[in-house]
């Protein structure tokens, strides 16, 4: 028997091994496959890409659960348990990539359909009815019964897929080739993601991606690469799409990440590709939550899922911030967080493709995974236990007693015949914490408390518990009401208004303490345990009363604050618990590396404002220029718009869930009204007079040496409303300013008015109009505000730096267009152009020449290409704007003429034969 299991091993061992060099293979095959164009953006545009599906994303693999699992195989079956572990992480890493590219490449070929994101709009009426009975459930035989006849037909079961639903030619792409996924292990984060560090290119970015290429196999490998060095507990792996320029993928792109979002829960649990992977663990796989051991990021600013203003998207996108070096100090692990809604409203502008997650702080980018893993497993594991205990405590009490009883076991302890201070204590944090909770007149948190029954995320928290959350608000609502008026009448017999007594305010849980602003105990050993009123109320066994630990209330006023705890917890919790409770059916994609996905679903950033307004600014100095630039009037009119503002986002909930509505201030016109005394007096001086900002006026266009003084008023109304709510009317700004300058403008319109004494002014009239367009264009410059793209192609900056040995100053525009390096961004996009439609490499350009009868020579709009594509040279016309961004080559024959016999047979034109 042993010889025989001996043999068996060594027949899987030479299995496994025979995969592991196919592996290898396929590794040394694909290598060198290549990177996406790095999409370089700024703030502004990054806001833009974020409605727009990306095609690279990141899968952050968590290999644990796996390790574990082999890990007590292992033990059991007496080999080596650590040496097995790392072997099943790694096979599990393969798996897991494996599985995903087999998915993308079949939805990609057609070989699967598209599974709709809006069932709104869907037309496929079986899928619809599932999804919908199926929402919010982890696990649902109907819709994995319905996925597996789509599986089974990609696989050639041969049904028409008019038979399965109604499937018709929209729900299926069509690309020929059949691996359209590039796939890489992420060893460390370096310039090919340059994208997470860089909003402009420029010689030294592309010097950095350049060198990062030539050294990529110290940056990346490929994805399902064996070797034992590659860290497969906390590993990164990088997804490109090679998307064809003729597919538009962004009007399906959210529907091919929802698919596959979709198909990895279930094809992980129905296929055999874990197994093939690994045979020996690929069983035990299936049985991992791996919805809780992966998750997909977007690659740069462009998202997996169209982000929404709803509780469900700013939960889940806050995670980014355990992403930081820092992740551990985050609003998560607060006892009563503000929530995602109030980071959005009022942390105001932040950074963004500037590594401001700190990836390249790491040596590794393995390591960078184990801190944002460690952080959000943490984060997770704090809510659930806070929710976990919680449910219990509430199913304890609501068992033992009635919300009435509770109240009469409390009323003997708050009017007693006589109180020590501590009890006053006791008493005092009592009605202090209840009326942070739970009084309605104050309403600090009430209201807040009373919505989290409506979330469906948190009823199915209390999934199998004999306590439901609405029971359980109803008796914490009667608790309340009681201990409140118990509290009232303790203020009017004045118990804590003593002579020589002062309330130790470290007894306030933990919660209460935070808002508060309370300091917590230097130790654990110095927190104040409940005073005692003689046995215990509540204990785990009756039988065992005055044992230590048996207790879990000390007396009614302990009851009352842990049931006021427990409520406090949900409250904090459903904060965020769209992103960390659940057990998701499919899993997580959270805008990582995109800070402005939730600004721009929020209304809070406005990519286009800054654009809008430079326009606006434009025709109202036209307009000022117009009315007073001509004529000698001392007057000029300047305007300015003020952005609309995001003031608050009233939540509001739908279905179970909660959205938010954008509360908005307007945009508001602000206009200054300018005295120029330079014409009447011959002395450069003016004065403002802005009735409704608080604009600080910039006179003149030029300005030289000078004094200016400004006074600037603000007024604002802030009225308490009976809810304790506030409402601030919008701040009413003046400004009143002065000055005196040695300068251009000034000058010259005393000067025009003092020699000519003509109604005309040409002078002032030329300066304001310049002045119009100098701010026009100035505006324009924004580099920040206004949406700016460049996208490098890794492969030109690595042949630009190959054939120079640097990236030539004249190359950064050309590079940073996406494509190569010659005489200019025109030849350039003529060359990039040529190979996109013949498929071949240009080896030398030319730019045609026009000579004119004089021998004068001047570039035409044409290139002279040689290549493999054909013997000879071919002649590409075409049409292109001085920066390159409009260029457009003739239709006919693609713009292109061959200077040859041969050329222009290859190309299809060489209609006389010769």
């Known amino acids: 028997m042993n010889n025989a299991g001996s043999m068996g091993k060594t027949v899987l061992m030479a299995v496994i091994w025979m995969m592991a060099m196919g592996a290898e293979a396929q590794t040394t095959a694909t290598s060198q496959a290549q990177l996406n164009k ?51 992480m790694q096979q599990f890493r393969i798996a897991v990539t494996r599985l995903t590219k087999v998915i993308m490449n079949k939805l990609m070929a057609g070989q699967l359909p598209l599974l709709p994101t809006n069932l709104k709009t869907s037309s496929l009426t079986g899928y619809n009815a599932i999804a919908e009975k199926c929402q919010n459930k982890t696990y649902c035989p109907e819709l994995n019964g319905y996925l597996s006849k789509l599986w089974d037909n990609s696989e050639g079961a041969g049904l028409r897929w008019e038979s399965l639903d109604k499937f018709n030619g929209t729900h299926f792409m069509s690309m020929k080739k059949t691996d359209r996924v590039a796939c890489f292990y992420v060893k460390r984060f370096s310039a090919l993601q340059e994208q997470l560090n860089s909003v402009e290119v420029d010689k030294s970015v592309l010097l950095s991606v350049a060198q990062a290429a030539l050294a990529r196999e110290k940056y990346i490998t490929d994805c399902e690469s064996a070797d034992a060095t590659l860290d497969s507990r906390n590993s990164i792996i990088q997804l490109d799409l090679k998307i064809p320029r003729a597919v538009d993928f962004a009007s399906v792109g959210f529907d091919f990440w929802n698919s596959v979002k979709i198909y990895l829960s279930f094809a992980w649990r129905y296929s055999n590709i874990p197994l093939q992977v690994a045979p020996e663990y690929g069983q035990m796989f299936r049985s991992i939550a791996l919805e809780e051991s992966i998750m997909m990021i977007p690659n740069g600013c462009k998202s997996i899922e169209k982000p929404e203003c709803d509780a469900a998207t700013l939960s889940m996108n806050s995670i980014r911030e355990l992403a930081r070096p820092d992740g551990n100090e985050t609003e998560h692990r607060k006892e009563v967080p503000k929530g995602p ?54 199913n304890i009490v609501a068992g033992a007693m009635t919300p009435a009883e509770l109240g009469e076991f409390v009323k003997p302890l708050a009017f007693a015949k006589s109180y020590s201070n501590q009890h006053r204590d006791e008493l005092y944090y009592l009605c202090t914490e209840a009326r942070l ?39 914490f609502d009667k608790v309340s009401e009681t201990v409140v008026a118990f509290c009232d009448s303790l203020e009017r017999e004045k118990i804590w208004n003593v002579a020589g007594y002062t309330v130790n305010r470290s007894g306030f849980h933990a919660w209460a303490r935070e808002l508060l602003g309370v300091a917590p ?25 005055s044992d230590p630990g048996n207790s879990i209330c000390a007396s009614a006023i302990d009851c009352t604050r842990r049931l006021i705890k427990s409520m406090v917890d949900l409250y904090a919790v459903a904060k965020y618990a769209d992103a960390f409770l659940p057990v998701n059916s499919t899993v997580s994609t959270p805008d990582v590396f995109n800070p402005y996905a939730d600004l721009k679903a929020c209304k809070v950033y406005d990519p286009w404002y800054q654009t809008r307004r430079a326009n606006k600014r434009l025709m109202a100095d036209l307009a000022s220029t117009a009315l007073f630039g001509w004529n000698a009037l001392p007057l000029y009119v300047d305007v300015d718009f003020r952005p609309p503002k995001v003031t608050s986002l009233n939540a509001m909930i739908k279905n179970g869930a909660v959205k938010f509505d954008p509360k908005i201030q307007k945009e508001k016109m602000e206009m200054a009204l300018l005295a120029d005394f330079g014409p009447l007096l011959g002395a450069p001086c003016a004065v403002s007079i802005a009735p409704n900002s608080a604009k600080d006026f910039s006179f003149y266009a030029f300005n030289g040496i000078s004094v200016n003084y400004c006074k600037i008023r603000d007024s604002g109304t802030t009225i308490g409303e009976s809810n304790g709510g506030l409402q601030t009317s919008p701040t009413v700004s003046k400004s009143y300013c002065g000055g005196c300058s040695i300068n251009f403008v000034g000058v010259a319109g005393g000067a025009a008015v003092s020699t000519g004494g003509l109604p005309l002014n040409p002078i002032k009239l030329g300066v304001y109009l310049f002045r119009s367009i100098h701010r026009y264009i100035t505006a324009k410059k924004d580099k920040v505000n206004i949406p700016r793209l460049q996208e490098v192609d890794v492969n030109r900056v690595v042949e630009t730096y190959k054939k120079y040995g640097t990236i030539p100053d004249h190359c950064v525009d050309q590079l940073a267009a996406g494509v190569g390096c010659y005489q200019n961004v025109c030849a350039a996009k003529a060359a990039d152009y040529f190979e996109r439609y013949t498929g071949k490499k240009v080896k030398h350009l030319e730019l045609e020449e026009l ?64």
């Open 38 to 88: 790095l999409r370089i953006t700024n703030r502004a545009q990054c806001a833009v890409d974020s409605e727009i599906p990306t095609e690279s994303a990141f899968i952050v693999v968590d290999g644990y659960n796996a390790g574990k699992m082999v890990y007590s195989l292992g033990k059991n079956i007496g080999s080596n348990a650590e040496t097995m572990s790392a072997e099943g």
């Open 851 to 914: 000579t004119d009868a004089n021998g004068n020579t001047t570039p035409s709009s044409a290139v002279i290409i040689q290549s493999d594509y054909c013997d000879g040279k071919v002649r590409v016309k075409y049409s292109c704007s001085e920066d390159g961004k409009k260029f457009k080559t003739y239709e006919k024959f693609g713009g292109m003429y061959g200077m040859s016999k041969d050329c222009r047979q290859t190309i299809g034109h060489n209609f006389w034969g010769f």
């Open 341 to 394: 809604e109030d980071d959005v409203v009022n942390r105001g502008p932040r950074d963004v493709n500037d590594d401001f997650l700190g990836t390249r702080s790491y040596e590794d980018a393995s390591d960078w995974v184990e801190n944002f893993r460690k952080n959000y497993v943490t984060a997770r594991g704090s809510m659930k236990n806070r929710v976990q205990s919680a449910i219990q405590f509430l």
């Open 437 to 475: 909770a739970g009084d309605q007149r104050l309403d600090f948190m009430k209201t807040g408390i009373d919505k989290v029954q409506q979330l469906d995320v948190m009823q199915r928290s209390f999934q199998g518990s004999q306590v439901q959350l609405a029971d359980a608000t109803r008796y």
């Open 521 to 545: 105990p230097a130790t654990i050993a110095a927190d104040i345990q409940p005073m005692k009123f003689g046995a215990p109320l509540l204990v785990w066994d009756a039988t065992r009363v």
